[in-house]
Every structure is written in C-alpha cells, then in structure tokens.
C-alpha cells in the first residue's frame, strides 16, 4: 500500500475518534440543557424563581454541538444521499458522482466557516457580549462553532484527498464506495446484525 493512503487513512481515523468524542460532548451538553430548562420551569412554577440562563445556554449547546456533528455525520455517513443516479452508473460514473459531490460539501463548508470566522472576528475585536443577564462574551459560543465548521471542512477535504488517492494511485473503486459511498440497505443490515451479535457477547 501507498504511503499516501495509509497516511490518509491513519487521519481520517483520528478524525472519527476526534469526531465522536466531540459529538458525545454536544450530546452531554444539550442533556445537561434540558435538565437546566427543566429545573428552570419547576423552580418557576414552585418558587417563583429562575435561573436566568438556562434557555441562552441551550441556544449555544445546540449551535456548537450541530457544528461538531458534521464531520461525524459525514465521516459515517449519515448525512441524506439520495442515490437514485449513483446506483444506476458505472462505477467510475459513481466516483465522479461522489467527487462532484464533496467538492460542493466542501465549497459550502469552507464558504459557512469563512463567513462564521467574519462574524467571530468582529465580536471578538468588539468584545461583544449577549443583550441578556448573563452578558455573555460572544466570542466563546462562535468561537467553540467555527472550530467545529473548520473541523468539518478539514474532514471533508481528507475524504475528498482519500477518493483522489484511491483513484489516482490505488485504482481501487471500492475504496471509494467504502469511504464515501451511500450506506446500502444490506449495509444497514450487516451492521445491525454486527451490533446485536456484540451485545449478545457482552450480555453472556
């Protein structure tokens, strides 16, 4: 094998760990949200106290956590494909499909980060704060949103870089389909079954 590959591969492993610890975070941070908000509407209607934040924080766990899932999504794929063309060509038809398709994921993701850093930058030079009790610094909540907008353009490049390899140096189609492909019904078949055989493992 390549070295080149092997590298990409090595990095878009690293990725996906990065990627689903930082999802497991946005997931405990929009958890530790709603139980704020929980406690927020009791303390309400029972005390006639609030905690004054709980709905603001919530705002930025969703936005920062939706950021940072991109790359996960993309790197599972488990963003929406909709295969009705790609299933029906060739297999180079399908790699040029694919290509066209993350350099469009790619264009867009770079264009959002480009224009979310424009809008941390003027915060941060501002020091711009929430209109709410809190007066929260807005460059910490854009800040953590654009690393996860860069995180996932990165992400996106590596696996556009990976395709280019496998087509260029491996000649090696399925690799391809393997990194970027759409996730087929047996796909979803064989990994359902993967999971439940492991549980059963672990259960005894």
């Known amino acids: 094998m390549h070295a080149l590959p092997r590298l990409l591969d090595r990095l878009l492993a690293g990725a996906l760990v990065v990627s689903r610890w930082a999802v497991y975070a946005g997931g405990g941070a929009i958890l530790i949200s709603a139980f704020l908000i929980s406690f927020d509407i009791l303390s309400r209607r029972f005390f006639g106290l609030s905690t004054w934040g709980a709905d603001e924080l919530s ?3 969703l936005a920062v956590s939706t950021s940072w899932a991109c790359a ?3 790197l599972v794929k488990a963003h929406i494909r909709i295969d009705l063309v790609t299933s029906r060509v060739p297999d180079m038809g ?5 290509i066209i398709a993350l350099l ?21 030079n ?3 704060t929430s209109i709410t009790t809190l007066e929260t610094p807005m460059w910490i909540p854009q800040g953590l949103f654009v690393a996860g907008l860069v995180f996932f353009t990165l992400v ?5 870089l990976r395709v280019l390899a496998a087509v260029l140096i491996e000649r090696d189609y399925a690799v391809v ?5 759409t996730v087929s019904v047996l796909d979803e078949t064989e990994q ?10 672990r259960n005894g």
């Open 126 to 128: 501002r020091g711009s």
């Open 177 to 181: 389909n393997r990194v970027t492909g």
């Open 104 to 124: 469009g994921l790619g264009y867009m993701a770079f264009a959002t980060t480009q224009a979310m850093f424009h809008v941390f930058q003027r915060s941060w």
């Open 94 to 98: 399908k790699v040029v499909l694919h």
């Open 156 to 160: 996106t490049a590596l696996i556009l």
């Open 192 to 201: 359902a079954i993967a999971e439940a055989e492991a549980l059963q493992k």
């Open 72 to 74: 996960y999504t993309l």
């Open 59 to 61: 705002y930025y766990a």
